[in-house]
């Protein structure tokens, strides 16, 4: 019988497994205000519904710790959309 650690453990194995590539597929950038890192660690990949479980690329955005930490603060109710609004928008 599989610990709780343990299925968490592959869980997140499974996650980083497969967030890299994503973000190259996305172009390593930030798809809201256009950023590209100098290093990895500067982009984070975001669940667009909030469920860390629904990894399908349709929910997944690439985005800098910036606008990230920002959507997560508006989506807790901790910050007006209209910051998120009022960032420049890079074109798709």
Do not use: M
């Amino acid at each position: 019988i599989a610990r709780p650690l343990d299925k968490e453990r592959a869980r997140l194995d499974h996650w980083y497994n497969y967030r890299s590539p994503y973000k190259k597929y996305k172009g390593n950038r930030c798809e809201h205000c256009g950023f590209i890192p100098q290093h990895r660690a500067q982009l984070a990949v975001d669940h667009i519904d909030g469920n860390h479980r629904n990894n399908y690329h349709a929910n997944l955005q690439t985005l800098c710790h910036n606008c990230h930490h920002l959507r997560t603060e508006i989506q807790f109710g901790r910050a007006e959309q209209s910051l998120w609004l009022s960032t420049p928008r890079y074109p798709n």
